[in-house]
């Protein structure tokens, strides 16, 4: 089995291709030990010091680290990948719920901005979404009231450094020029 490695623009991250398919269907982020219960694969990469977050993405792995070095951590990293997938073991566990779930729960609008959030989440997914899971990130939709869209980072996107001008100058330009109503986008 051959894992490639990519450099995502947060310093922090790196994605990992298994060349398999990850998660089927939705996402999953895990930010803590006691998350990552829920996923065997997530589990066994917490167990390396170091690692402080871990994203699943259709075909990819983001995995975030502390202030440890990447060439300590990746060995450890891709054996642990690579020993997950040769077991046979599911990357889920049975009473796992998918993050996109979760996030559709806690969504936010005015019953009479629903045409407007249809629009936003439509752009999102076929503009969006498709460009940060190449950097190993996803943005999900979480709200929008008074003008405002707000959005969660996940992945190599929570906590980037360039995620903020990503926000203002790319996901809000282009929110702004299809959805007038649209003002700001804030992360959540």
Known sequence: MFI???ATPNPATQKFLPGKVVMENGT???RS????????????LFEISGVTGVYFGYDFISVSKDNADWQHLKPAILGSIMEHFMSGK??????????????AD?????????SIVLTIKELLETRVRPAVAQDGG???FRGFKDGKVYLNMKGSCAGCP???ATLKHGVQNLLRHFVPEVQEVIAA
């Open 106 to 114: 806690d969504e936010f609008f005015d019953e009479g901005d629903e």
């Open 33 to 44: 030990t006691e998350e990552a219960q829920a996923s065997p694969l997530a589990a066994r």
């Open 28 to 30: 999953a982020e895990f």
């Open 4 to 6: 490639q490695t990519e």
């Open 138 to 140: 996803d943005i999900t």
């Open 90 to 103: 599911p990357v889920m566990g049975d009473a796992s719920i998918l993050s996109e779930d979760a996030d």
């Open 162 to 164: 360039s995620s903020t």
